[in-house]
DNA sequence: AAAACGTGGCA
DNA sequence: TTGCCAAGTTT
């Protein structure tokens, strides 16, 4: 084993045996988590911060402890008990995933990548999160702090690219460690979220400042992708009637719906859209509710 | 393969 | 106040 990636692996190891977040679906002094702890916080923080997730996470899994719980429900109540977390297809490809597991799987969450990555929903990332936090895969997880840690630390640059190239690939796995690859993942992405973040990177906090390529290169400022705009898009439509549908329990009149935007041809262009995505049914006449909405009573 | 897809906190 | 950013996936 090359010294050198060793000394890497203790240092950052090291620093994650101190500074480690005692989160819920994280496993207790050494035990792995359960799996579906693992598979419903994945969903909850795909582009969503943790502190947001926190509370989401402890109601959803007291009233779907398992995935067959959440597959006994309706598509609409996973909706609404998603709440404000944003991009709600996520509530309903959990919802599908838990259907799939309780059908097809027995009720087991699956134990490896490609049967994970079969999963509405699981992609690359999460796939990998799975197999490697519920069950000890040795599998590369590059999630966007790891691509951080590393672009910083390997390359000397500020951001990695828009998506995951071939040469990222080959990188991790050349650093990924021959045990514990599980810990190593969640070490560098904690390392990532806490130390090496975006903005104001806490380099003085840094277990592995002194290697840095970024560091020594001086911060060289890289180019950031454009960001997206936000007001008068689609998305902030979408947005406002699905918060009247998600706070009503009854079905919800077109008038209320029409109330939440001036622009008619777009608010209709965003509502069909909602309807074709399955996050909304028409149950009556220009009547609408949440999918599922008066399924098992 | 670029673009769509929510939300709220923070600088 | 505006813009950035957060454990991505899908089409």
């Known amino acids: 084993m090359d010294p050198q990636l060793s000394s890497l692996h203790d240092d950052v190891l090291a620093w994650f045996g101190e500074h480690r977040r005692d989160l819920p679906w994280r496993g207790r002094d050494g035990e ?31 009233t779907w402890p398992t995935p067959a719980d959440l597959a006994a429900a309706t598509a609409g109540d996973a909706v609404r008990a998603w709440g404000r977390l944003g991009y709600p297809r996520r509530a309903l490809r959990l919802h599908a995933a838990a259907t799939a597991i309780a059908h097809q799987h027995a009720g087991r969450v ?45 390359r000397g640059e ?8 071939a040469a990222e690939r080959r990188l991790g796995q050349e650093l990924m460690p021959a045990d514990r690859a599980d810990e190593w993942a969640a070490a560098t992405m904690e390392l990532g979220a806490l130390v090496c973040t975006a903005r104001a990177p806490r380099c003085a906090a840094c277990p592995i ?12 400022q890289g180019e950031q ?73």
């Open 32 to 62: 792995r988590p359960d799996p579906w702890s693992v598979l419903v916080s994945e969903f909850m923080l795909q582009q969503t911060p943790v502190a947001r997730v926190l509370p989401v996470f402890d109601a959803w899994m007291a």
């Open 110 to 154: 699956p134990d490896t990548y490609e049967a994970l990555r079969e999963l509405p929903g699981v992609g690359d990332y999460t796939a990998a999160a799975i197999a490697s936090f519920a069950y000890g895969r040795r599998v590369l997880v590059l999630d966007t702090n790891v691509r951080r840690v590393f672009t910083r630390v390997v």
């Open 225 to 297: 992708p454009k960001g997206q705009t936000w007001h008068g898009t689609d998305r902030q439509v979408r947005g406002r009637l699905m918060a009247v549908l998600r706070e009503s329990h009854a079905p919800v009149p077109k008038a209320a719906l029409d109330a939440v935007w001036d622009d008619a041809t777009q608010r209709d262009r965003c509502l069909a859209g909602l309807l074709d995505d399955g996050l909304v049914e028409l149950v009556d006449d220009d009547v609408f509710a949440l999918p599922g909405h008066d399924e098992g009573r």
């Open 209 to 220: 400042a002194d290697r840095c390529a970024w560091r020594a290169a001086g911060y060289p």
């Open 158 to 165: 500020q951001y990695p690219t828009r998506s995951v190239t």
